[in-house]
């Protein structure tokens, strides 16, 4: 005779004490004398929905880093042909500031 209604979610709430109920669901998973097949079924079986819940700051449209200055380019963009390989090739080299993380 099958239950319905049962409060699973109650259930592992007690079992797992402090822990988080992933890990230590995974735990239980990972401790059982069975094959990964076995197990890999037994977990499907529960049909659990994992969801992860990220904070605000964990979008990449809100970790955007600050700068000083913002640069905007206001002149046309110069044609394929405006550009010599050769002359770049030959010019002097640009100079490069190494810059070291915060």
């Given at each position: 005779?099958?239950?319905?209604?049962?409060?699973?979610?109650?259930?592992?709430?007690?079992?797992k004490?402090?822990?988080?109920?992933?890990?230590?669901?995974v735990?239980?998973?990972?401790?059982?004398?069975?094959?990964?097949?076995?197990?890999?079924?037994a977990?499907?079986?529960?049909?659990i929905?994992?969801?992860?819940?990220f904070?605000?700051?964990?979008?990449?449209?809100?970790?955007?880093?600050?700068?000083?200055?913002?640069?905007?380019?206001?002149?046309p963009?110069?044609?394929?042909?405006?550009?010599?390989?050769?002359?770049?090739?030959?010019?002097?080299?640009?100079?490069?500031?190494?810059?070291?993380?915060?």
């Open positions: 005779m099958v239950e319905a209604h049962v409060p699973y979610q109650d259930y592992l709430c007690s079992a004490g402090r822990a988080n109920e992933v890990v230590w669901l735990e239980r998973f990972k401790s059982l004398r069975i094959s990964e097949k076995e197990k890999a079924e977990y499907d079986a529960l049909k929905h994992v969801r992860w819940q904070g605000v700051r964990a979008s990449r449209t809100t970790m955007r880093l600050g700068t000083r200055k913002v640069f905007f380019h206001d002149r963009l110069i044609a394929r042909r405006e550009v010599s390989l050769v002359d770049e090739l030959n010019s002097p080299r640009i100079p490069l500031r190494r810059y070291l993380p915060r």
